[in-house]
């Protein structure tokens, strides 16, 4: 079997709205010849946004503000509960506060190469030159980022880079970000711009005459299925990380939004590229619900160590300094403990699967602040990093000041997502696509606190400048619930709804769930190959197959019913699951978060194969039963030149 | 560990509920409550009786989704969320009783599931600084001193997770809303807005029937990141110098 | 309520202090709560300021009952009978803070009986007297040790209302920062616990034969 047994290649692709010429220049270019909406016309426009993180909140507040009719869909039972809430380390900004050489340039080019040269030159230079008004935004928001003495805001470095430019706000700069979002959106709210729905999942998108016009949500509450119409929609709905079951991503994160939009023709491009982040909370039991992260920012004052014996089960704090292997400052020592997360935690199981792993389970290593404590004393260190040693010490029953930390890699963020030009428009006209949930400026892996900058980017920045071009066309026909295709997209929830009520199996969506988790980490985690890959997909359809005849899930669907809408998800991740590992075989080379043990170099670094494989992956839906179709964007470095990362 | 529970049922807004009792043996110290909860739905599942419901999301003790009160303590017998409570603070053969949030305020949609939009609309009605997008200064136009900006961040690390209400013997929303003007009221940015905000936020709160403060204490006794109390103190100042200078 | 709180406990403080006076002997005392009706005169008619000062003690009262009835029935609706939770635990709370309600009902019961016996004398356990001095130690005498209970009790009572009432007043106007809660919940329970045994000592000491 070869992996063109999983698919067909269908025609290449270009992102048509990307503007040339000089870099720097291309984003105000795309402003300039993007068509407006003048102030009293925009009332007349509607856009339905799904999602309130950062980048659905921001979306909504700027729109609404700007005077254009949104309304807003989650399902937590608030906005300001959106999972973007959770991120600890902060949000760079190429401010150069710190004056130790950062520019917007620089950022763009670390950005660039920690993707390893898998995204878009012009969406990753705009990336960089917006993140210095979001800092300028979010401190007028009233976001507490921390501070000096002089009252001037703090930074730190993150993995991946040698400067500081990364603001924070403790260990919570994605709550403060988000509750800075969500004020803005409630402000809206008050205001009457924004009609919020909490408690709303979407399940379908409405697509007529080729435009997205709409979507079908459930009320959680009471099951009803609504039916909602805009002008344009927008998908601010995260990514996927649950498909792996456990993850740091919240339990009801999901696929669901743009899994819908893409069977409806939306591409999906490289859902293989996932993040691996190095420093989570090991799993301590099969009951595990869910993995917590440590933030990365620890990895700056904490040193990450193994023994250099197999098998050592000492006390750490009993292992003599030359009896321990600080691995990553071994064989990194440009960066050291500061290397990419890709890095960070291949190397990390790496010297598992030696037997070198620490804990109960063999999977962990140590990451010691012993140095940090008798450099900078325990106060300092609690100051910087206090709420995460808290944590450590509430989930594992450990006291970090005293023994070093246990870490080990877990799913933390997916690169991958819908596929979006410039504008952030799907291949959908009038289905946009913003945050973690489009496959992003991150190319095959992203760089620490790049993602509330991305989020925010597009949430406030971005899509802003680049859906009016669309919206001037419009308002467009007024549809009403009749419509064949709103009819259509209503009867596809409701009968998937009632068939997953009927099946009455006897198993429960957990079980189903946990089980494609295990393939997916087995085989599609950090490390993939040809033969994994394909029983991976050879299983996904089995269990899939077993799932829609053996899953139970009890109650009905007009009442508040968190199986069914476990089951729904979890439907949805069957069926991506087998798309990502489709990805993954295709993909015979290796890059960022995506390693294919086939393609390695002689010391075990990821190695690309930049004349075959420097594309964006778009994935067609091919039709139930059929196979999927790849379209291939070619990714040209005018400013970057591509070479192999190195961090050594 | 072998542990009875009594949970709160309750088919719907408008339905009688009851407590109802469970038994759960094999429950390892080292899972968190609601692990322990997923334990007990998988079993309810496969015996054919609905699932517990109960809000919960992102299982780090940041979202604020999740709270019940446990044995008559709003996230039980540790200072953290309810995610983050783990059963080793438990004992072998313990009876837990397991209610949802009581207030008007919060009506109980399902089970252990309550509606806590009514913070929401206490957020709408001035918890926030009217920055539109674009218009911001430079992010060191105002310096601030870092004493308020860190009581700034203690304040705004508020989860909006409703505690400070199920404990409060008066179901009052203060300590919620206090947070609130107290993080926005520390900041320079917050200054324009800084008289009408708590007038606005303290009259929205009384109109969703909450109960008055009476500096019980028991919201920031149980708030699971620490709230101060003080912030209380810090809005009643806010709120007397907007009265006497006539603002609302 | 804090404002209304504050006047009671200052008067009550001032209340105090003229009791102890029965510690001089009849003389003293009887001089002090006539002198009560003369201050201010020949500004105020005698007895004017008495006037004025009830006035503003019973309009406090008054407001202080409806401000608490007010909060009381807001807590009743913000968590009705229905909605109590099965099983109950104090986490922070005190005892004093706990008897808020109650306590103020039985305080204010106590006021009742207290100004029938000592200030217009229609109830006089053993005799009436014109001079205050008489009343107080007719009324305590160790046959009338149920007066007393009643008093002592009431007098407790009253204790634990001024340490949560104080402490919360002080939050209420606004002096609460971390820095001194400590300091204002120990103001609190000093000022209650003085007024408590300034109270408690003149009974006492007449029902104990040490006032006669």
């Known amino acids: 079997m070869s992996e063109y047994d999983f698919f067909i290649e269908g025609d290449p692709i270009r992102d048509e709205k990307a503007p040339e010429g000089p870099i720097n220049e291309r984003w105000d270019k795309r402003r300039f010849s993007a068509k407006l909406v003048n102030p009293a016309n925009r009332r007349k ?159 379908e998108v409405i697509v007529v005459d080729g435009k997205a016009r709409g979507v079908i949500v459930r009320d959680m509450v009471t099951g009803e299925i609504e039916t909602h119409f805009a002008d344009a929609v927008v998908l ?70 193994v023994p250099k014996k197999h098998g050592d089960t000492r006390d750490p704090r009993q292992i003599p300094e030359d009896e321990r292997d600080y691995y990553l400052e071994r064989i990194y020592p440009a960066f050291g403990n500061l290397v990419p997360r890709d890095i960070a935690s291949r190397a990390a199981k790496n010297v598992c699967d030696e037997g070198r792993g620490v804990g109960t389970s063999g999977l962990g290593v140590y990451l010691d602040f012993a140095d940090a404590i008798g450099r900078m004393g325990q106060e300092a260190v609690e100051a910087k990093y206090g709420n995460l040693f808290d944590m450590y010490q509430r989930i594992t029953g450990e006291n970090p000041y005293e023994v070093p930390m246990r870490i080990y890699p877990a799913v933390h963020y997916t690169m991958g997502g819908l596929w979006v030009d410039y504008d952030l428009q799907s291949s959908i006209p009038g289905l946009f696509v913003t945050g973690e949930a489009n496959f992003s400026d991150h190319g095959a892996n992203r760089l620490g606190a790049s993602a509330l900058m991305q989020g925010l980017a597009d949430g406030y920045f971005v899509l802003p400048n680049t859906i009016n071009d669309y919206l001037a066309d419009g308002p467009f026909e007024a549809l009403d619930e009749s419509h064949p295709e709103a009819v259509a997209a209503k009867e596809q929830v409701t009968s998937r709804i009632d068939k997953l009520l009927s099946i009455q199996g006897s198993r429960t969506v957990d079980s189903f769930h946990k089980e494609l988790g295990h393939i997916m980490w087995e085989y599609c985690g950090m490390e993939r190959n040809e033969e994994g890959l394909t029983k991976a997909i050879e299983r996904i359809r089995e269990l899939r197959a077993e799932f829609w005849r053996d899953v139970k899930v009890l109650g009905t669907n007009e009442e508040l019913n968190q199986a069914l809408e476990k ?31 086939e393609s390695q170099t002689e010391d075990g670094e990821a190695l690309r194969h930049d004349d075959e494989f420097a594309y964006v992956a778009a994935w067609e839906f091919g039709g139930e039963d059929s196979k999927p179709v790849l379209h291939k964007e070619a990714l040209e470095y005018e400013y970057v030149e591509m070479k192999q990362r190195s961090y050594k | ?177 206090a947070a609130k003007v107290t993080h926005l009221g520390m900041l320079p940015q917050g200054q324009p807005e800084r008289a009408s905000r708590v007038v606005k936020m303290i009259n929205q709160q009384d109109e969703e029937d909450f109960g008055g403060c009476t500096n019980i204490g028991e919201c920031a006794a149980v708030c699971p990141v620490g709230i101060p109390l003080d912030t209380i103190s810090q809005l009643n100042r806010d709120l007397l110098g907007s009265l006497s200078k006539g603002v609302g | 309520m804090a404002i209304t709180g504050a006047i009671l406990v200052l008067y009550l403080i001032a209340h105090m202090y003229g009791n102890l006076k029965i510690f001089s002997g009849q003389e003293a005392f009887d001089g002090y709560a006539h002198s009560l009706r003369e201050l201010g005169y020949p500004m105020l008619p005698e007895g004017g300021f008495l006037w004025i000062f009830r006035l503003v003690l019973l309009a406090s009262v008054l407001i202080h009952i409806y401000a608490a009835v007010t909060l009381w029935a807001r807590a009743r609706r913000a968590r009705p009978a229905a909605q109590r939770y099965k099983v109950n635990k104090r986490v922070a709370r005190s005892y004093s803070s706990y008897t808020m309600r109650y306590g103020g009902v039985l305080v204010a019961l106590f006021v009742v009986f207290h100004i029938l016996h000592l200030t217009t004398n229609h109830i006089a356990p053993g005799g009436r007297s014109d001079s205050p001095y008489e009343r107080l130690v007719n009324g305590f005498q160790p046959e009338f040790w149920y007066v007393t209970l009643f008093y002592v009790l009431s007098v407790i009572a009253v204790g634990l209302h001024l340490r949560h009432g104080i402490w919360s007043a002080l939050a209420t106007l606004g002096a609460n920062m971390s820095r001194r809660q400590g300091t204002l919940n120990a103001v609190a329970l000093g000022i209650a616990l003085i007024v408590t045994v300034g109270f408690l000592l003149p009974p006492l000491a007449v029902t104990f034969g040490l006032v006669s």
């Open chain 1, 45 to 203: 426009l509607s856009v339905i946004i799904v999602g309130t993180g950062l980048a659905g909140a921001s979306a909504a507040a700027t729109l609404g503000e700007a005077g254009y009719n949104v309304t807003s869909f989650c399902y937590q039972d608030s906005p300001r509960r959106a999972h973007s809430i959770a991120a600890q380390g902060g949000i760079n900004a190429a401010k150069n506060y710190r004056n130790d050489g950062d520019s917007i340039y620089r950022l763009f080019y670390d950005t660039v190469k920690g993707g390893d040269f898998r995204s878009r030159e012009s969406n990753v230079y705009r990336l960089a030159q917006t993140s210095v008004e979001i800092i300028d935004q979010c401190v007028a928001q009233g976001v507490p980022f921390a501070r000096e003495y002089g009252g001037l805001l703090d930074n730190r470095s993150f993995g991946g880079v040698q400067v500081s430019r990364t603001f924070y706000a403790r260990g919570q700069t994605g709550q403060q970000l988000l509750i800075g979002a969500y004020q803005a959106l409630e402000r809206q709210v008050a205001a009457g711009t924004v009609q919020m729905n909490t408690r709303h999942e979407m399940l």
């Open chain 1, 567 to 597: 089951a729904n998800r979890v439907a949805d991740f069957l069926e991506l699951g087998e798309l990502m590992c489709i990805d993954a075989l295709h993909r015979r080379e290796s890059c960022g978060g995506h390693f294919r043990s």
């Open chain 1, 236 to 305: 601010a709905t995260g990514g996927y990380g649950n498909v792996f079951f456990l993850s740091t991503n919240a339990m009801g994160s999901n696929v669901t939004a743009t899994w819908r939009a893409h069977r409806k023709g939306a591409l999906f491009a490289n859902p293989c590229y996932t993040q691996i982040h190095p420093t989570c909370i090991p799993v301590s039991g099969d009951y595990q619900s869910k993995l917590t992260l440590m933030s990365e920012s620890l990895r700056n004052d904490g040193r990450i160590w």
């Open chain 2, 1 to 177: 560990m072998n542990i009875t529970l009594r949970v709160w049922r309750q088919k719907g807004p408008d339905d009688e509920g009851r407590l109802a009792t469970y038994k759960l043996t094999d429950v390892s110290p080292d899972m968190s409550f609601l692990e322990m909860l997923d334990v007990l739905n998988e079993k309810l599942t496969l015996e054919n009786e609905e699932p517990v419901a109960f809000d919960h999301d992102c299982r780090e003790g940041i979202c604020g989704a999740c709270g019940v009160v446990i044995d008559g303590e709003a996230h039980g017998p540790e200072r953290t969320t309810t995610c983050q409570l783990h059963m080793r603070s438990f004992k072998d053969g313990d009876t837990i009783t397991v209610e949802p949030w009581r207030a008007q305020a919060f009506p109980v949609v399902k089970d252990l599931v309550v509606n806590r939009s009514a913070f929401d609309r206490i957020i709408q009605a001035g918890g926030y600084i009217s920055a539109p997008t674009g218009t911001a200064p430079d992010a060191h136009a105002n310096p601030v001193p870092k004493p308020d900006a860190d009581r700034a961040f203690d304040a705004a690390t508020c989860i909006g997770c409703g505690a400070c209400v199920a404990a409060c013997p008066n179901a009052s929303s203060m300590l919620f809303t």
